[in-house]
């Protein structure tokens, strides 16, 4: 008792003699200092910086990121505490059983990146490929583009199996592949939002075990949506975003990695070419590592995984099963809807299509971007054109496109 009260009183007089420091004259040879250092400003703030920020509220039917729920927002407007505070990783704690619980995983190594999908996506590929190695990429959409030149630029020898925006690869296509590219690493989309697009994934990650080699998927517009299940599809690496079926604002993103990928990843000979993203460090950072303590590394976001973890209770407490049933019941009432109308949707197997993505085919004679900005100027409604090959194509088939999010 005596020691608390020792210390609150300490603790009146250091505030007391901070405001009283700051009230005494400046000495003399100080002032002419400060003096000129003002005088030297020649730039004045801006008149934008002088204005309150203004955002208008739109609704945001495209492919991401979606409309945040403002129970999500409230846990994201919390006071802010420090990034190594003990109730911090009690937080880290609850995001990591999660998105254990999202995944479908008991990997230990499961964590959020401090960043958005892209952060995960150059996760995954950083820890697992060295500069040399054999990497297959899946391209059948601007995600596959995107792992391919990311891998290549770290280094690795990168192969590509390309399908037209919308295909999917047969698993005797898949092992053809990997017999042919022994790549360490084998990576495909699972929701392709470029085309809407919910791949199938069983029985690869067999075929991948097969011929040693890492089954990385990418689920950042389907987690929630559409069913995974990391352990029992034999995933090694999987990744989302927050933004999009999670219902979070932008910047985080949950990634795990099984034993075979950490095998992979803390035995290899050169360093990641990341610092930010190696392995290493955000295995401790997170208490992956079994270490006693946790070093610091970076400056994590905070306010973005209270957000984070708001977003995984809710997916708790409304079940996964049932996440899925109301995002397939939602995006079919759109399907029938729209086909109802005459228009023709992009993926035309429903058993293929995104629950949380719907493509469809701008009827001949419409200005697809036209129509996308009447409908933002006079309903405040964000819709989007083709993202990547699908863009590609708009031009060369004329099948125009753009995005709906059928629920988030």
């Known amino acids: 008792m005596m020691q608390r009260t020792l210390f609150r009183r300490g603790a009146l007089l250091a505030q007391k003699a901070a405001v009283e420091v700051s009230l005494l004259p400046m000495s003399a040879p100080l002032q002419p200092r400060l003096d000129r250092a003002m005088s030297s400003v020649t730039i004045p703030p801006p008149e934008c910086m002088l204005r309150p920020l203004e955002v208008p509220f739109r609704y945001l039917f495209g492919p991401g990121p979606s409309n945040v729920p403002p129970r999500i927002l409230a846990a994201g407007?919390?006071?802010?505490?420090?990034?190594?505070?003990?109730?911090?990783?009690?937080?880290?704690?609850?995001?990591?059983?999660?998105?254990?619980?999202?995944?479908?995983?008991?990997?230990?190594?499961?964590?959020?990146?401090?960043?958005?999908?892209?952060?995960?996506?150059?996760?995954?590929?950083?820890?697992?490929v060295e500069p040399g190695e054999s990497v297959l990429v899946a391209v059948n959409g601007i995600w596959g583009e995107r792992v391919a030149e990311i891998a290549e630029?770290?280094?690795?020898?990168?192969?590509?199996?390309?399908?037209?925006?919308?295909g999917i690869f047969s698993n005797e296509e898949i092992e053809k592949a990997l017999a042919k590219h022994k790549p360490v690493l084998f990576f495909l989309t699972h929701g392709e939002s470029s085309a809407g697009l919910a791949h199938p994934v069983d029985g690869i990650g067999d075929l991948c075990r097969k011929h040693n080699t890492l089954f990385l998927v990418d689920t950042v517009a389907s987690l929630g949506a559409s069913p995974i299940f990391m352990d029992q599809q034999n995933i090694d690496i999987l990744y989302t975003g927050s933004q999009k079926a999670l219902n979070a604002p932008p910047g985080t993103a949950p990634i795990s990695f099984n034993e075979r990928a950490c095998q992979k990843m803390f035995n290899r000979k050169t360093k990641p070419v990341s610092y930010l993203f190696d392995m290493a460090h955000l295995s401790n950072y997170w208490g992956n590592d079994g270490q006693p303590a946790r070093l610091y590394h970076h400056t994590g976001p905070v306010s973005g995984f209270f957000s984070l973890r708001e977003s995984l209770a809710i997916l708790a407490e409304k079940g996964l099963e049932e996440s899925w049933r109301h995002h397939r019941e939602v995006a079919g009432y759109l399907w029938k809807g729209l086909e109802d109308m005459g228009i023709k949707l992009f993926i035309q197997n429903k058993d293929l299509r995104l629950p949380s993505v719907t493509t469809i085919v701008i009827p001949e004679g419409y200005n697809w971007r036209e129509m996308l900005q009447y409908m933002?100027?006079?309903?405040?409604?964000?819709?989007?054109?083709?993202?990547?090959?699908?863009?590609?194509?708009?031009?060369v088939r004329g099948m125009l496109k753009f995005y709906l999010i059928a629920y988030t």
């Open 376 to 395: 933002m100027k006079h309903h405040n409604m964000e819709m989007t054109g083709g993202l990547g090959p699908s863009t590609g194509m708009v031009s």
């Open 153 to 166: 630029r770290m280094g690795a020898n990168v192969h590509i199996m390309v399908k037209a925006p919308g």
């Open 77 to 128: 407007g919390r006071a802010i505490i420090g990034h190594l505070h003990p109730e911090m990783y009690e937080i880290m704690n609850d995001i990591k059983k999660g998105i254990q619980y999202a995944f479908q995983t008991q990997n230990n190594m499961t964590i959020a990146m401090s960043g958005s999908g892209h952060a995960a996506m150059e996760c995954a590929i950083f820890n697992t």
